[in-house]
Nanobody
Framework: QVQLAETGGGLVQAGGSLRLSCTSS????????IGWFRQAPGKEREGVSC????????YYTDSVKGRFTLSRDNAKNTVYLQMNSLKPEDTAVYYC?????????????????WGQGTQVTVSS
């Protein structure tokens, strides 16, 4: 069973960048779609991005388009979320997640495996 772990969170000033990593100590991530979600205090979990298993197509929520980039490095068994031009409203705990489908699930509730999360804080 795949187990996910996120790293790379931290404190950054507005306009700065962070790169989050999602890794697995077990199964190869290349065979799974990988989604990124975030949850800010007092807010619902929000889907940020996803990369499909079958064709590597990436999806982004509108608020991060043009600023965030999702990519895979199969040799390192890692999926990266490069976050540029960060804004205070990007502050949240970020989670990666997966499930056993070819394409990215349409809803967060369809993911069945989650990492523990990593905190991203963007100061103004």
């Amino acid at each position: 069973q795949v187990q996910l772990a996120e790293t790379g969170g931290g404190l950054v000033q507005a306009g700065g960048s962070l790169r989050l990593s999602c890794t697995s100590s077990g199964s190869s991530l290349a065979i799974y779609p990988i989604g990124w979600f975030r949850q800010a205090p007092g807010k619902e979990r929000e889907g940020v991005s996803c990369i499909s298993r079958s064709d590597g197509v990436t999806y982004y929520t509108d608020s991060v388009k043009g600023r965030f980039t999702l990519s895979r490095d199969n040799a390192k068994n890692t999926v990266y979320l490069q976050m540029n031009s960060l804004k205070p409203e990007d502050t949240a705990v970020y989670y990666c997640a997966t499930t056993g489908t070819l394409q990215c699930p349409s809803r967060g509730t369809l993911y069945d495996t989650w990492g523990q999360g990593t905190q991203v804080t963007v100061s103004s």
